[in-house]
């Protein structure tokens, strides 16, 4: 099968991904005839509140999970910091916090922003990597402590792909009687997770990094976790996230885990094997080229690679020529010139650093794409370096 002369190669799944069809299609009804209120105690509001604890056991199922043990958010976001803070209030007598220097910018920020608003009030450590963007576990085990109101570490890092072991650290923490979080919205639906068997006391996930719309996520806490709720107001989900329940994208987020059960095997086995083609075939072909993340300990479907003494935002633009879509680091920090705070933590080279590509594929890629992809590279890396005062040939 042959591209379309027309057609665009979307390569940054880990930004975000298309709605599936299937996904849509359940959603489409939540529209226009089920417009009821699921708080409503009339039958015509009744049944939508039958869909969304539908979708609720369909989410729960994916994660290993109880249905009341899903809290609906607005994304992941949203999520983990409702997960931080209910942690920091539910132990006001505990004031420290531990984390990784290669967070989303969604733990990231709120972290830095915990010190800075309240004068110091909180400590945070932040964990460092190695050159593959591994965790010292050691520095994690000294970094527990009485104080220690929770940890939050991610599940898998959204640029690199590189997996953290979670479980392990969960373990640990709950040793200690220290609440762990974890963002899980690079992992839910490439990796098998099984929350009943493990000690992650919150966990978070995003909508629209699995096939489901924009603007939908979910809050996992654990059975029996206290919790003091981010956003008050009404009674919805049992108390803990008050507002008008987003029924039609709950609904689509629940089939759209529903069908990444289904196609887990297909994201470690296909999609794992166009990545490895396309990684291996980028670094062969492409000279001064470097793999960013551990070879194995990763997503199926990331590969971040650092093109030396060429610019990320000209490679992007040359590609967009191409209409292949890729990312230069997270979508929630584009537009900025500084190199990615996971390729400075991991100490990758400043000429290396800036020259980075995420590419992040999805069960809608196909090998023609990658073909087409490995085709185009080499010529636009060449004719950026040919323009680059730092390249000597």
Known sequence: MSLAPDAVIYMDNNATTRVAPEV???????????????????TFGGQVAEAVHTARCQVAALLGADPEEITFTSCGTES???????????YPEKRHVITTRVEHPAVKNLCENLTAITGHKYRVTRLKVDAEGMLDMAEYEEALREDTAIVSVMWANNETGVIYPVEEMARMARQRG????????????KIPINLRQLDIDMLALSGHKLHAPKGVGVLYIK?????????????????RRGGTENVASIVGLGKACELAAAKMDEENSRVKAMRDTLEE????????????GHKTSRLPNTANISFEFVEGEAILLHMNQQRI?????SACTSGSLE??????????????AHGSIRFSLSVYNSEEEIAFVLEKMPNIIDSLRKMSPFWKG
Do not use: W
């Open 325 to 329: 879509c890729a990312s230069s680091g």
């Open 24 to 42: 849509l299609a359940a959603m489409m009804p939540y529209f226009s005839e089920l417009y009821g209120n699921p708080s409503s105690m009339h």
């Open 281 to 292: 075939g980028l670094l062969t072909a492409i000279p001064k080229s470097l793999l960013n």
């Open 339 to 352: 190199p990615s705070h996971v390729l400075r933590a991991m100490g990758v080279p400043f000429t290396a």
């Open 223 to 239: 059975r029996g976790t206290l919790f003091v709720p981010f956003m008050t107001g009404g009674h919805q989900e049992h108390g």
């Open 80 to 90: 983990d910091s409702a997960a931080i803070l209910s942690a920091l209030r539910t």
């Open 178 to 189: 220290i609440l762990f979080h974890t963002d899980a919205v690079q992992a839910v639906g």
